[in-house]
Each structure stands twice: as structure tokens, then as C-alpha cells.
């Protein structure tokens, strides 16, 4: 018998998500996001992990609190990889090869690779504000806000 736990009171309209595409690693995206913001996200101890089938995928998060606005702003990445293990049949020294599949935090947003996460009690922090900012970083090809509609797995966002 399997157990099935199901979120129902899950409340997807207490946050603001914003999409952010760049190619650059995720710490140094990082660097550059706290130097323009002027802000020092730190990295949790703990990766959102999830589990698949053939294997577990990573997902970094950085964590800014902001004691002005009493919000918590996550950044996440969207993208990680799978790390599978097949068994060769040569009969070689080395029997396990890693194979990667690319694994989606959020599978209905594929096109994105970074997620900003804002929980605020209060509704003040200026998003405009934000997004301008992130879309004068260079090496960010695009920041946006992301609609609560575009929103499937708002479980998986769930940090804490």
C-alpha cells in the first residue's frame, strides 16, 4: 500500500515569483545579484532534493532575509541535473558510467533557469523596482514577473 500526501490548503498567492535567464553559475549570478541589490543572499545548508526513479536531483538555494520588509527572498535554480548510473556490459575496470538528464524544479516553466521567490507579509517591496534592477545586470539576458496562473507545482516550492 502507498501513501500519498496531498497539499490541499496550500496557498499559491502569499508570494511573488520572477523568472531569471542566464547562463552564468549559479554563485556567480549570486555575486552579482547581492552587489546590485545591495543585498547578501547566503546559501541553506540544505539543497531542495527530489527523487526520481533513476536517481536524485539537486536544486541550490540561497535564502536574503530582509529585516526592513520582514521577507524572506529565495532564489532557487529551475535546472539540475540527474545523475543515472548504467552498467556497462564490457566488462571494463570501470562499470559504472554517469549518465545526466536535465530535471525541471518547476517542469511547466522549462524556458527559465533561475527562480526569485518573494514572501512578504506586508506587500511592500517594489517589484518594478526589482526587476529593473536584475534586467540592468549584464550578464542576465531577462528578468520577469512570473503569473500565480502559470503556477502547476506550487508544491514544489515549498523551502522550509
Do not use: W
Not at 14 to 36: A, T
Not at 106 to 112: A, D, N, R, T, V
Amino acid at each position: 500500500m502507498s501513501n500519498k500526501l496531498v497539499l490541499d490548503c496550500f496557498e499559491v498567492d502569499n508570494f511573488s515569483l520572477v523568472g531569471i535567464n542566464s547562463s552564468l553559475q549559479i554563485y556567480r549570478l549570486i555575486y552579482l545579484i547581492n552587489k546590485k541589490l545591495e543585498i547578501s543572499f547566503e546559501r541553506l545548508d540544505v539543497d531542495l532534493d527530489f527523487k526520481f526513479n533513476a536517481g536524485l536531483a539537486n536544486f541550490p538555494i540561497y535564502l536574503y532575509f530582509s529585516e526592513d520588509y520582514k521577507a524572506k527572498v529565495y532564489f532557487i535554480a529551475n535546472k539540475s541535473k540527474l545523475q543515472l548510473f548504467h552498467k556497462l556490459s564490457t566488462g571494463t575496470l570501470f562499470e559504472d558510467t554517469p549518465q545526466h538528464t536535465l530535471k525541471y524544479l518547476m517542469p511547466e516553466l522549462k524556458e527559465i533557469d533561475f527562480l526569485l521567490k518573494i514572501e512578504e507579509e506586508n506587500e511592500v517591496i517594489n517589484l518594478k523596482t526589482i526587476l529593473y534592477d536584475l534586467n540592468s545586470i549584464q550578464q542576465i539576458e531577462a528578468a520577469f514577473e512570473i503569473g500565480q496562473d502559470r503556477i502547476k507545482h506550487p508544491q514544489n516550492l515549498i523551502v522550509e
